[in-house]
């Protein structure tokens, strides 16, 4: 479909008309950075869609930090019952992020019934960066900050009010709201876009130009493995694994059972390879028991076993984990200094 046109004031009401009877979620900002916020229709919040990602990365909407997935004896079945939402404002380097986890989660059997309910019931809107951070990083892996896919509608920020692309028959349908209106972009409206698009990205370039590698991040991580260059920032590392919570495409998770009542539970929690008990067995053995192999993990589980397993790398280039990491740990640093240490 053809770029759409909407005035400002109607995607305002276009989306309060969704808040009405469906949960949606905007990024607003409080003290100095963007989060995800419920926007009610009594709310004064608007969505701010430009400037960067929020902090929090999307998995967080589908992939919960802490719940019951099962309680036994008794039956067991899933039990679909929590309504949808929309989530409005949605980076690129976030919507790839959905791309990368549906492999996870929803490309191969057993499906993990949550993330896929979550998924099927969730309507997205993507929209443009126009502020890019100092630690984003998403064309320095071949991406770009605009939507690019995986979104049901995407806007992108002009004078005179947004561009709007359609992008699944879910969000055409959204848009039949009566008294808002949209009509075709003009050319003039979508050269100003693109205009802005390429400000945005050549912004993200030029921050990243003492960065750039000769080759792929995916060959100097799969031939570099014991690569001194590690050998520094293992030191520093404090295995607190910010980084990895933050990460947009992290995904490991344990499983415990507790009582409850008379019955039990079983709970699904977010863990992280870089603590010291990832991986523990019985006995106490540990498939990576030294901080080097722990540090190396992350590197290789996305430029590496990803690429391998499902043809695409696990980073999207959204830099939180840059501003996450308590010891200024730079993954582009890392990566560059794979290859220097070649000799290249």
Not at 15 to 40: C, K, N
Request: hydrophobic share 35%; charged share 30%; with cysteine.
């Amino acid at each position: 479909m053809a770029p759409l046109f909407i005035p400002s004031s109607d995607f305002e009401r276009l989306i309060r008309a969704w808040a009405a009877d469906t949960l949606v979620y905007i990024p607003s900002s409080r003290t100095g950075h963007r989060h995800w916020v419920q926007l009610s229709p009594e709310s004064s919040a608007c969505a701010e869609l430009d400037g960067i990602r929020a902090v929090e990365p999307l998995k967080t909407f589908y992939f919960r930090v802490r719940e019951i997935v099962a309680t036994y004896p008794g039956d067991t079945r899933f039990l679909d019952e929590e309504p949808g939402f929309i989530i409005v404002g949605a980076k690129n380097c976030d919507l790839r992020s959905l791309d990368c986890l549906d492999r996870t989660f929803a490309g191969s059997e057993p499906r993990d019934p949550f993330w896929v309910s979550r998924r099927e019931k969730a309507l997205v809107v993507g929209a443009d960066c126009s502020d890019p951070s100092p630690n984003c990083f998403c064309t320095l892996l071949g991406m770009k900050p605009y939507p690019e896919g995986y979104y049901d509608l995407a806007v992108a920020s002009i004078s005179d009010g947004l561009v709007l692309e359609v992008g699944s028959p879910r969000g055409e349908d959204a848009l039949k709201v009566e008294g808002i209106a949209i009509t075709s972009a003009t050319a003039e409206q979508v050269a100003e876009r693109d205009e802005n698009r390429e400000r945005t990205r050549q912004a993200i370039v030029e921050q990243n130009r003492k960065f750039e590698t000769k080759r792929s991040s995916i060959q100097l991580v799969k031939e570099g493995f014991e690569s001194p260059a590690y050998n520094k920032y293992v030191g520093r590392c404090r295995e607190d694994a910010a980084c990895l919570a933050i990460c947009p495409t992290c995904h490991c998770f344990v499983l415990f059972d507790q009582k409850r009542g008379d019955g039990n539970e079983r709970i699904r929690v977010w863990d992280f390879c870089y603590l010291r008990s990832y991986t523990r067995c019985g006995g106490g053995h540990t498939a990576r028991a030294t901080g080097n192999d722990r540090f190396k993990n992350k590197y290789v589980k996305k430029f590496d076993f990803y690429p391998t397993r499902f043809d695409m790398i696990a980073c999207t280039g959204c830099g939180r984990c840059i501003e996450a990491c308590l010891a200024n740990i730079d993954m582009r640093q890392v990566i560059y200094e794979l290859e220097e240490s070649r000799g290249e």
